[in-house]
């Protein structure tokens, strides 16, 4: 979706909330701190289970880690520990539950994954080995095989890939305003830009949440603020982000089924034409950051995460230099014209997989940001949701409390 049209669209929403759901005679007024794919999906998920929510948001829905991401729907590499893989697992049957109920457009048809070196590709087996062994529909194939289901790719034939048959992907922009309509048709806000400043408590109880518009009454405050999570409660539960540059092209005739991630660039088409290209490195071995010729200042660029790039030509050469790779694998991206070319930075924690639960420190409180947040924004909703209003807490969160790191 044009992201203009999906801010004016969140606007209009924001200001005309449908006020159903009046037949709770109290409801429990529940604050979420940021409009991403994890804020949206708790957000809906609540005023779904009969809360009174209000969503703030410093910028704009998606406007950042959730609007600017490869949006792959992936429970296939074998990630640890299990309770984690689990998740990503219950995440993806959530979407398929979530394509009926919300209308999220999906497209399904599996991922390709391989590694370039013969050394990475043997982990990669014996890795997917374990996978199977827990019944993880995906197997290892031939770049051959690779190919007749693929035919526009040019896989390397000897290389062996691992084909997770689940796998599939999302325009999170979509899912945000989906999740965000839903929650006002049912009574819930949005409001932005609004920034958070911090609670008011007392008696040990959270009853408002201090903002640049003023004090917004409240129960409880979920904090789903992505990258901002250290700086807003004074914890050390991320680690640096990598760079992702995501390239949108405008809607092309179908060339690829599937997700294709490659040594050096990962790749999927939308149901709509729209070919959605990502890399981490633009080259082998080589780091965003680092590219031949990148001066110093390029470098402490790169410290304040920028979403953009500082000039025209900046942004043309990362382009290029990203296209050119993916049109030796699929020649027919030669005749793309690009929509966008952004920069991504998706929160990355210290444990590697999500940090959700309630803070022990602010009472009231409840914590969730994640790795993979586009995979598992749907589960952990639905957990979230679970958690405070029936007041229990699920054994599938318990590995990732956050008083184990903060």
């Given at each position: 979706?044009?992201?203009?049209?999906?801010?004016?669209?969140?606007?209009?929403?924001?200001?005309?909330?449908?006020?159903?759901?009046?037949?709770?005679?109290?409801?429990?007024?529940?604050?979420?701190?940021?409009?991403?794919?994890?804020?949206?999906?708790?957000?809906?998920?609540?005023?779904?289970?009969?809360?009174?929510?209000?969503?703030?948001?410093?910028?704009?829905?998606?406007?950042?880690?959730?609007?600017?991401?490869?949006?792959?729907?992936?429970?296939?590499?074998?990630?640890?520990?299990?309770?984690?893989?689990?998740?990503?697992?219950?995440?993806?049957?959530?979407?398929?539950?979530?394509?009926?109920?919300?209308?999220?457009?999906?497209?399904?048809?599996?991922?390709?994954?391989?590694?370039?070196?013969?050394?990475?590709?043997?982990?990669?087996?014996?890795?997917?080995?374990?996978?199977?062994?827990?019944?993880?529909?995906?197997?290892?194939?031939?770049?051959?095989?690779?190919?007749?289901?693929?035919?526009?790719?040019?896989?390397?034939?000897?290389?062996?890939?691992?084909?997770?048959?689940?796998?599939?992907?999302?325009?999170?922009?979509?899912?945000?305003?989906?999740?965000?309509?839903?929650?006002?048709?049912?009574?819930?806000?949005?409001?932005?830009?609004?920034?958070?400043?911090?609670?008011?408590?007392?008696?040990?109880?959270?009853?408002?949440?201090?903002?640049?518009?003023?004090?917004?009454?409240?129960?409880?405050?979920?904090?789903?603020?992505?990258?901002?999570?250290?700086?807003?409660?004074?914890?050390?539960?991320?680690?640096?982000?990598?760079?992702?540059?995501?390239?949108?092209?405008?809607?092309?005739?179908?060339?690829?089924?599937?997700?294709?991630?490659?040594?050096?660039?990962?790749?999927?088409?939308?149901?709509?034409?729209?070919?959605?290209?990502?890399?981490?490195?633009?080259?082998?071995?080589?780091?965003?950051?680092?590219?031949?010729?990148?001066?110093?200042?390029?470098?402490?660029?790169?410290?304040?995460?920028?979403?953009?790039?500082?000039?025209?030509?900046?942004?043309?050469?990362?382009?290029?230099?990203?296209?050119?790779?993916?049109?030796?694998?699929?020649?027919?991206?030669?005749?793309?014209?690009?929509?966008?070319?952004?920069?991504?930075?998706?929160?990355?924690?210290?444990?590697?997989?999500?940090?959700?639960?309630h803070l022990k420190n602010i009472p009231g409180a409840y914590l969730a940001t994640t790795n993979s947040g586009v995979t598992l924004a749907p589960i952990i909703g639905q957990l979230v949701a679970m958690e405070l209003?029936?007041?229990?807490?699920?054994?599938?969160?318990?590995?990732?409390?956050?008083?184990?790191?903060?």
């Open positions: 979706m044009n992201r203009r049209n999906f801010s004016k669209l969140l606007a209009l929403l924001a200001i005309s909330p449908n006020q159903g759901s009046g037949n709770i005679s109290k409801k429990d007024k529940i604050i979420i701190i940021g409009a991403g794919i994890v804020g949206s999906s708790i957000a809906y998920h609540l005023t779904k289970m009969g809360a009174e929510v209000t969503v703030i948001e410093r910028d704009r829905p998606a406007a950042h880690a959730s609007g600017r991401n490869f949006g792959w729907l992936h429970a296939s590499y074998p990630t640890k520990p299990q309770s984690f893989h689990h998740l990503l697992r219950r995440s993806l049957l959530a979407y398929k539950k979530l394509e009926t109920e919300i209308g999220i457009d999906i497209h399904w048809g599996g991922s390709f994954e391989w590694h370039a070196s013969k050394e990475n590709q043997k982990i990669l087996t014996q890795e997917i080995e374990v996978q199977q062994g827990y019944g993880v529909p995906i197997h290892m194939i031939s770049g051959g095989q690779a190919h007749e289901l693929e035919p526009n790719v040019k896989f390397d034939k000897e290389a062996n890939m691992a084909f997770s048959e689940s796998d599939g992907a999302v325009d999170s922009i979509e899912v945000v305003n989906k999740f965000l309509r839903k929650t006002i048709n049912l009574g819930g806000q949005v409001l932005y830009p609004v920034t958070y400043k911090n609670v008011k408590v007392k008696d040990r109880k959270i009853v408002a949440v201090r903002t640049s518009i003023g004090e917004i009454e409240a129960d409880r405050v979920v904090f789903a603020c992505g990258v901002d999570t250290d700086e807003l409660l004074k914890v050390d539960v991320l680690k640096t982000s990598e760079p992702e540059i995501i390239l949108r092209t405008q809607p092309m005739k179908r060339i690829i089924d599937r997700v294709v991630v490659m040594p050096s660039f990962h790749i999927h088409q939308q149901n709509d034409g729209t070919v959605i290209i990502g890399a981490t490195n633009t080259m082998e071995g080589t780091a965003v950051g680092s590219l031949p010729g990148a001066p110093v200042s390029h470098l402490e660029r790169l410290a304040s995460m920028p979403e953009s790039f500082p000039d025209v030509a900046l942004e043309k050469q990362h382009a290029d230099r990203i296209l050119a790779i993916a049109q030796q694998f699929i020649p027919q991206l030669k005749t793309v014209k690009l929509e966008e070319v952004v920069i991504g930075w998706i929160p990355s924690t210290h444990n590697g997989g999500p940090v959700v639960g209003l029936d007041g229990i807490e699920t054994n599938l969160l318990a590995d990732f409390r956050p008083d184990r790191f903060v």
